[in-house]
């Protein structure tokens, strides 16, 4: 892909929009309906400062013409944002990779009304990498190791151990006891979609996500578990665990979604990633990296 003719701006990438089939009079048309939450008088602002941009560089301005199949660049701005008071931790770094430890509530990447405020803003502003990248994901509301790539070179190879699914990959987690079942055991189940925003939830049929759950330490109000995922659906850990009548301390989503809680940050979901293990396919070398946080 060309590069991009906006340069990063305090760790914020340009974002950038197909043209699709329609008819527009201008493309400030066009982005008042695309963006109907964004003011007409930012879009202006934007233009006039030459902060929109089709793909060859050339400026836009609001009469612009709408041409189907163009690539827009502009850069994704919040009125507001409400900062989250915690910080990740750099675990490692070398060429291609850097670790890092992330902190409960820290979105991975810009979405919604979250910008600035998400670890990979954070850390391309911290080391002027517009190329940063994750290599997988965590919630939001989950602590622990996720690794980023620094080079798009080296990038697919990383992936594929994802893909492959030969990372090791440790989970743990605070949940009330469960009785009844032998340590370890391996739950399995069909998950797919939710009926509401973000969620998922099972269903019968083949499944498709597996969990080893095992208990570190069972402590007076409940116990610390480790999980070790070997798929890696969304919000598997979390399903799992509420489909077992032992939903994750403070989760706000399993066994029933609660109302937002917007900033409140007082109750951390009791969730880590642990450990990562993996054989690096560049050198070979063992690969092991360890959350310093605790549940």
């Not at 892909?1 to 990063?8: F, H, I, V």
Request: charged letters at 30%; proline letters at 8%.
């Amino acid at each position: 892909m060309a590069a991009a003719p906006l340069p990063m701006r305090d760790g914020v990438a340009p974002s950038y929009l197909w043209l699709p089939e329609g008819q527009w009079p201008d493309l400030l048309s066009f982005l008042l309906a695309r963006f109907p939450d964004v003011a007409e008088a930012s879009w202006r602002d934007r233009m006039a400062r030459g902060e929109v941009r089709d793909g060859e560089g050339r400026v836009l301005a609001p009469d612009s013409a709408f041409r189907r199949g163009m690539r827009i660049f502009y850069y994704r701005e919040l009125a507001a944002e409400t900062p989250i008071p915690f910080k990740e931790e750099v675990l490692f770094m070398d060429p291609h990779l850097l670790v890092v430890d992330k902190p409960h509530f820290l979105p991975m990447i810009p979405s919604g009304r979250f910008l600035h405020e998400t670890l990979l803003v954070r850390l391309k502003k911290q080391f002027n990498e517009a190329e940063l990248t994750p290599i997988h994901r965590l919630d939001r509301e989950t602590a622990g190791v996720v690794i980023f790539s620094r080079r798009q070179d080296s990038r697919g190879a990383y992936q594929s151990l994802f893909q492959q699914r030969v990372i090791e990959k440790e989970y743990e987690a605070l949940a009330p006891h469960l009785h009844g079942r032998d340590f370890p055991f391996t739950y399995r189940s069909r998950m797919v979609e939710g009926d509401k925003f973000f969620t998922m939830k099972e269903v019968e049929g083949e499944p498709n996500s597996e969990t080893v759950i095992d208990v570190i330490e069972r402590r007076a109000d409940c116990t610390l578990y480790r999980l070790l995922p070997h798929t890696g659906r969304q919000h598997q850990l979390r399903v799992h665990l509420a489909a077992l009548g032992i939903p994750i301390i403070n989760d706000a989503f399993y066994p029933v979604a609660l109302p937002c809680k917007q900033d409140d940050v007082s109750a951390p979901l009791k969730l880590l990633a642990r450990r990562i293990a993996f054989d690096d396919p560049l050198t070979g070398e063992r690969r092991e990296f360890f959350s310093r946080r605790s549940l």
